[in-house]
């Protein structure tokens, strides 16, 4: 059985260990705050999570889901992460985080950050245009019309072979938009983001295209 490693365990990262759980995979999940913290959502959760240490969390899963913002100095257990698919659901959020001139200035993408911090890993850019409170709401099986699909932005096909089959165990299509460089392209404000409520698998195609690079933030 395949482990998911989360770390993160705010409202994205719970979400997705409840999506993962109901998909049939087992859950270890950690916060900043210590694995004792979480014995409401592992009560919760029930027989297939547990909580851990982000270390321990990346060390023992073999997929592991980034659920926390990117920092400029890599705060990851970037050697526990190691050959492993990373899903990182961040998104760039400067009035969050701050500004890095490096991607205002259209050289990288949040994710190509976070791939040359984790350099031996295989980063997915994934679940970043959906909001936690509506991955099972918006879930629907395999072949329904008009199905809501969601992007995965990679430079190994690999990772985006798993995503692809985790969007469909939880319901949902996929739109591959790699490599990592066009990863921009769901960022908030942009067409794919803003259409987060439904938009089908050309619908997603479609906006995905008419995404404006370089986007400006105005709050």
């Known amino acids: 059985m395949t482990i998911i490693g989360i770390i993160g365990a705010g409202e994205v990262g719970s979400q997705i260990a409840r999506a993962s759980i109901a998909a049939g995979y087992e859950v270890i999940i950690a916060n900043s705050r210590g694995p004792e913290t979480l014995f409401n959502l592992i009560n919760e959760l029930g027989p297939s999570s547990r909580a851990a240490t982000a270390f321990d969390a990346a060390n023992l899963a073999d997929v592991v889901v980034i659920a926390v913002p990117l920092k400029l100095i890599n705060n990851m257990p970037t050697q526990a992460l190691v050959g492993k698919i990373v899903i990182d659901t961040n998104n760039y959020m400067p009035w969050r985080d701050g500004n890095f001139a490096i991607i205002d200035s259209g050289e990288k993408t949040i994710h190509e950050l976070r791939q040359e911090q984790l350099p031996a890993s295989k980063i997915a850019k994934a679940f970043t245009h959906i909001q936690a409170p509506l991955l099972f709401r918006l879930a629907s099986p395999s072949g329904t019309p008009k199905r809501h699909a969601l992007s995965v932005s990679s430079d190994y096909p690999e990772a985006v072979e798993f995503v692809t089959r985790l969007y469909d165990q939880f ?37 995905l295209t008419q995404a404006k690079h370089r986007l400006e933030f105005k709050f």
């Open 171 to 207: 319901g949902y299509d996929t739109v591959d938009n790699s490599p990592l460089s066009e990863s921009w392209r769901t960022e908030p404000g942009q067409p794919a983001w803003v259409a987060h409520l439904h938009q089908t698998k050309e619908e997603l195609s479609k906006n």
